[in-house]
């Protein structure tokens, strides 16, 4: 009778185990799949957006003629500011470079290494006879532009970039940085990740919460003119983004 008992128990022990197994699978193929699709809208929107994009045209009657930007002076002043010319050392340092592009100096140059002879990168000699941006200025405007949030023109008298070449140039980054490192540093998370988060999201009282994400836009009516730029939203206001986020 007792040994019934005991089998019992312990059938009923393997069931309860069974089950919250699968539950933690079915979770977390529920959370792969949202973020699937989630990439797929994301997808499907930007794919909507280029296509309403006015595209780039070249040298046509009517337009402006091309700004003596002098890239070379450019690029001898970032390379002064941060890194080397003639020997001399950087008048900023390796803290200050973190600081300000919200990188480590390694960390810059392994993405520098593995983007600079993709094609928008690679420095060749343009139509008109003269080589183009070096691929360094276009990483440190697009570093700009994601650390400070500030507009594409803005840096143009530091880095000596047309507002497009520092937009095209932010957006091929970002694609990049995406494709090659998205498999390797970003993975589905285990079952062993799942029940810890969702131990620690029952605690904070939202039991069976794995992860959430929720941000809106408020409009800003005191907005700085000289910041009007960094904040405004598809719809031409002044906009900041409120972010909650929960994980």
């Known amino acids: 009778m007792d040994a019934s008992i005991d089998d019992a128990s312990g059938s009923s022990s393997d069931d309860g185990r069974g089950q919250s197994e699968g539950s933690a699978d079915a979770l977390l193929a529920a959370v792969i799949g949202s973020r699937s699709l989630f990439l797929m809208h994301r997808h499907r929107r930007n794919a909507a957006q280029r ?8 040298s046509v009657a009517g337009r402006r003629a091309n700004r003596p930007r002098d890239f070379d ?14 020997g001399q050392p950087p008048v900023y340092g390796e803290r200050k470079f973190e600081r300000r592009f919200r990188v480590p100096l390694s960390a810059f140059f392994r993405i520098y290494e593995a983007i600079r002879d993709r094609p928008f990168w690679r420095q060749s000699i343009n139509a008109t006879g003269r ?31 047309s507002r497009s070449t520092i937009e095209v140039a932010t957006k091929k980054l970002i694609e990049f940085i995406v494709e090659e490192w998205e498999p390797v540093y970003l993975w589905p998370p285990k079952d062993k990740e799942v029940k810890r988060m ?48 929960s994980d």
């Open 73 to 86: 002076q450019g690029m001898r002043g970032i390379r002064r500011g941060y890194f080397s010319v003639d």
């Open 51 to 58: 296509a309403r994009r006015r595209r780039f045209v070249g």
């Open 131 to 161: 080589p183009p941006a070096h691929a360094l200025q276009k990483m440190v405007a697009a570093f700009r532009v994601l650390a400070y949030g500030e507009s594409y023109d803005l840096a143009d008298e530091y880095v000596r970039l």
């Open 198 to 245: 969702l131990e620690r999201n029952a605690a904070r009282g939202m039991p069976e919460c794995v992860g959430s994400l929720d941000c809106s836009q408020w409009e800003c009516a005191a907005c700085p003119k000289g910041l009007a730029g960094q904040y405004q939203n598809p719809k031409k206001r002044r906009t900041i983004v409120m972010e909650t986020v």
